[in-house]
């Protein structure tokens, strides 16, 4: 669709001289213009794909001889095959799993929806700026008005944010094995099928609980968008002071923008946190279409108020399994400034 966009709007912009051939613009006549003002964009959309989230090992039986898999550690079968009903091949993550002479291992099964792994939002309105000159060339048959070149380099700051929550039911299994008097290696240990090490009893005293809790999400997507325009313009004198405009032509974004993401879920004992960032600088390009209402105070000063419709390709990104996509292909501006001719 760009595509069709762009090369519509470079035939037209090439056109457009051969297509008016007025007169030239009278000597008299003010031929340059500047305008300057802020300038609100909408319909910026923030597409986001996150990884689901999902459920931690099973624990397995509460039985000895098998393996058993935790959100904070695992307790496995060992090489001698458990003899004696140890096993060295253990792990843990945190210290607090140490209570008196057991460590205890959780488990938190969800019962709660998934988040949607697809998401897409807009962020209304993003704000920035627009600096416009235009250079008249000739005018309009029977001299209703003028038509020239135009260019025009913008600034928006771009904050697209999608923040998800769902609640349901979480089950958190916790299983103690007996350390038996042995000194348990300090946190983030993590034994081996062939050992030796530290010995753990393998049967575990199990124990469930089912409580109420939340998974959450918050994506964001943050930067600046600069847009360089190049377009043919044509001016109606609607009265004295009173001009109608309209334009079309070419853009030009280069586009720094930056995406993150953090993420919550029940884990075995409490929840767990996730986040990530990446940052990217693109050049984005389409076409646009424009038009707007001036008044003119005196000769040289004046007040406007416009639109534009605008379609750029996209900026894609990732961050380890995530991925966030920028997307003004139909993006709508509303400007309001004030004008110099000379």
């Not at 009903?85 to 998934?114: E, I, L, R």
Request: proline share 5%.
């Amino acid at each position: 669709m760009n595509r069709t966009i762009l090369s519509t709007a470079l035939t037209l912009v090439v056109a457009a001289p051969i297509i008016v051939h007025g007169q030239d613009a009278s000597e008299s006549e003010d031929l340059n213009r500047f305008s300057f003002g802020p300038r609100l964009g909408f319909n910026f959309k923030g597409d986001f794909h996150l990884q689901p989230i999902g459920n931690a090992p099973n624990p397995g039986p509460a039985a000895g001889g098998v393996n058993h898999g935790y959100n904070d550690g695992y307790v496995n079968v060992d090489s001698s095959g458990n003899a004696g009903g140890q096993t060295w091949n253990w792990g843990y993550q945190n210290s607090s799993q140490v209570v008196g002479d057991t460590m205890q291992f959780h488990s938190a099964q969800s019962q709660s929806p998934s988040l949607p792994a697809n998401q897409s939002v807009t962020g209304d309105p993003q704000a920035g700026v627009e600096l416009v000159y235009q250079r008249v060339l000739g005018h309009l048959p029977s001299k209703t008005g003028v038509w020239g070149l135009e260019t025009g380099f913008g600034y928006t700051d771009i904050d697209l944010r999608d923040n998800r929550t769902v609640t349901g039911l979480t089950t958190v299994t916790t299983d103690a094995y007996q350390l038996n008097g042995s000194l348990p290696p300090g946190a983030g240990y993590q034994g081996t099928f062939q050992g030796p090490g530290t010995l753990l009893g393998d049967t575990p005293t199990r124990t469930t609980a089912t409580s109420l809790t939340s998974q959450t999400s918050q994506q964001r997507l943050s930067g600046q968008l600069y847009t360089m325009r190049l377009a043919t313009f044509a001016e109606w004198n609607l009265a004295s002071k009173l001009k109608l405009a309209a334009s079309l032509g070419l853009t030009l974004a280069p586009a720094s923008i930056a995406y993150d993401f953090t993420e919550t879920s029940p884990s075995g004992g409490g929840s767990a946190t996730t986040s990530g960032h990446s940052s990217k600088v693109g050049l984005l390009y389409g076409a646009y279409v424009g038009c707007s209402l001036r008044y003119d105070f005196t000769r040289h000063f004046g007040a406007f108020i416009g639109g534009q419709f605008q379609s750029l390709s996209s900026l894609d990104q990732t961050s380890g399994t995530h991925a966030a996509r920028l997307d003004p292909g139909a993006t709508v501006y509303g400007t309001i400034g004030v004008a110099y001719s000379f």
